[in-house]
């Protein structure tokens, strides 16, 4: 089932969580609505689902109006970040409770239940566990016995709010990995809201980026990581180092330093630049060419990347990713003065709003 999202504005008093806000979601997409705590990206999610409803604008579901819907006309599934599993029940009822509320016409008879309950606690990989209760579960095996209840209905639509948001940084990673492969598998429209960039990347087929209430940028995870649209998006996925000068000549000016950004900049007398860890060449102080002068504060060595903080000339700070190898082998360490020199900058006029 498709999604659009049309001209939605959401205000709670004097807060206005969400300001003219458009989406289109096609049907099988698994999409993740990313941001700062704040942002409006929850309230977007209950908004599409039913359980609040906007000030103004519409939510389609396949082309029909469903703003004035009830949630249980919308055939969405829902999971939220705590579970909110039944504790008096065990997994195979938990699973089952949403078919066994239907309205008698429209419930399955107790062989079909089971039949179907099975089937999904199989596809989550936790059919022995169907005995049990929630307290006996892991934060891991939770998270996937409250997304088989939500799909135990046949959802057109599922929603999940930060779905791991309450696990560990070790099962997260298993489980948006498993996420992504279950959804290769059913295909069921998914919208997952999280402020974890790299789950947003790892996971999604596209990420809406959204800040303040509104949507900075629409896109496939690589578009958005390696082409910004705009300053709020260059600086809140992933780590930036910061330049302030002024364009011209195809060069960034930063102090006395010049740094090539490309004929297709305009002259301004105030910009910003946006340069990546990684997009550094990191050189001793005496080496041809131009590049930035700073000097090495901390190395920190783990696995096969090394991270460098360094200190430039008027004290702001840079960090650097380089292979240990490469630092190795230039002979590089904590006190020594060096020249940084970016490979790709990108340049946004000042003025333009950077990451809450």
Same mark, same amino acid.
């Given at each position: 089932?498709?999604i ?17 806000? =458009?989406?289109? $979601? ?10 700062? /705590? ?19 604008g ?22 939220f970040?705590?579970?909110?599993l ?13 078919? *066994?509320? #239907? ?8 062989? !079909? $239940? *089971? #039949?179907? &309950?099975?089937?999904?606690l ?22 996937r ?10 959802? #057109? ?14 099962? *997260?990673?298993?489980?948006?990995r ?9 295909? &069921? ?18 990420? @809406? +980026? ?13 578009e &958005? ?9 260059a600086?809140?996925?992933? /780590? ?22 490309? =004929? ?5 007398? /105030? ?11 990191? +050189? ?10 700073? #000097? ?13 903080? +360094? ?7 840079? !960090?650097? =990713? ?17 020249? @940084?020199?970016?490979?790709?900058i990108?340049?946004?006029? /000042? ?6």
């Open positions: 089932m498709s659009a999202v049309r001209n939605i504005r959401k205000s709670f008093g004097a807060f206005h969580a969400l300001d003219d806000v =458009s989406i289109d $979601i096609p049907s099988g997409e698994l999409v993740a609505l990313l941001g700062p /705590s704040g942002c409006g990206k929850t309230t977007l999610l209950r908004i599409i689902a039913g359980l609040e409803y906007a000030d103004q519409q939510i389609l579901l396949e082309g029909d109006d469903a703003s004035d819907r009830h949630v249980r006309e919308r055939e969405v599934g829902f999971v970040q705590h579970y909110a039944f504790r008096h029940m065990t997994v195979f009822d938990n699973v089952a409770f949403g078919l *066994r509320v #239907k309205p008698r016409r429209f419930r399955p008879n107790e062989a !079909e $239940i *089971r #039949k179907r &309950v099975t089937r999904l199989d596809l989550v990989q936790l059919g022995w566990l169907a005995d049990r209760f929630p307290s006996q579960l892991s934060g891991g095996q939770r998270q016995i409250a997304l088989a209840r939500a799909l135990a209905v046949e959802p #057109k639509v599922l929603l999940l709010d930060e779905p791991f948001g309450a696990l560990d940084a070790k099962v *997260r990673k298993e489980l948006r498993w996420l992504r492969q279950l959804h290769d598998e059913i295909h &069921v429209t998914s919208v997952f809201v999280t402020h974890d960039q790299e789950e947003a990347l790892e996971v999604s087929d596209r990420v @809406v +980026l959204m800040n303040k209430g509104k949507v900075e940028q629409i896109g496939a995870p690589d &958005v990581y390696d082409h910004p649209a705009t300053p709020f998006v600086s809140f996925l992933g /780590s930036v180092n910061l330049f302030h000068g002024r364009v011209e000549d195809g060069h960034l000016h930063v102090g006395d330093h010049a740094l090539v950004v490309g =004929s297709e900049h305009d002259a301004t007398d /105030s910009a910003i630049g946006f340069v990546r860890p990684h997009e550094f060449d990191l +050189l001793p102080a005496n080496a041809p060419g131009k590049g930035l002068p700073a #000097k090495i504060l901390r190395v920190i060595a783990i696995g096969p990347m090394a991270q460098v903080e +360094l200190t430039r000339e008027n004290g702001e700070l840079l !960090e650097v =990713s380089v292979l240990r190898d490469t630092l190795a082998a230039l002979g590089l360490r904590e006190g020594d003065a060096v020249s @940084v020199r970016p490979r790709h990108r340049v946004f006029q /000042s003025g333009e709003k950077l990451a809450a």
